[in-house]
Structure formats: C-alpha cells, structure tokens
C-alpha cells in the first residue's frame, strides 16, 4: 500500500469514464491525473487500503456487530476459521 500508481485521465474524452476512474482508485489504488472528482465510491470514507490489491491484509482488522443481549456495539479483533473443512487423504480407489 506504500506504492501508489499514477495514470493519466481520459475523463476529458470520455465523461463517462469518470465513474470507472473512481472504481478503479477505490479498489486498487491507481491514482488518475486531471480528474475533479477522485474519492472512494465503493468503500467507506475511513477505510484503509485497496481491497482488491495483493498487498492487502486479508487478517487483523476489527469487526464491528450488536449484540442484542448486551444491547450494545462490540468491537472485537476479526477471526477467521476454517473449522469446516475436514480433509482427509484417504483413497476410495485403495481397495479396488
């Protein structure tokens, strides 16, 4: 995320082009030259980073829910669990 990439904008041919400049910035972090109106449209306006970028963290973020015993906002540390997949090597062709 240290990176950031430059590119020229076509929005002055193409208007249209304006909104995918956006997207583009939003989720990967290319930054358009001579555009007016670069700022995030698909993610929040706090959020950190470039989603679909491979530098970044897919761990270690907070994670924001109500609880409706408490009847309040928790914020705790995000974990990820794959509990459900049960691998097993075992052959179904060993006894054939």
């Known amino acids: 995320m240290k990176e950031l990439l430059y590119m020229t904008s076509i929005n002055h041919l193409f208007f249209s082009a304006q909104w995918l400049e956006r997207e583009v910035f939003d989720l990967f972090g ?22 679909l970028r491979k530098s970044f963290p897919v761990v270690g973020y907070l994670q924001v829910r ?3 015993i408490q009847k309040k906002i928790i914020i705790e540390p995000l974990t990820l669990t794959q509990d459900f997949r049960q691998m097993e090597f075992v052959s179904l062709w060993k006894d054939f």
Do not use: M, S
């Open 30 to 51: 290319i930054f358009f030259y001579n555009i007016k109106d670069l700022r995030r449209i698909l993610t929040d306006y706090g959020f950190k980073g470039y989603p």
């Open 66 to 68: 109500y609880d409706e």
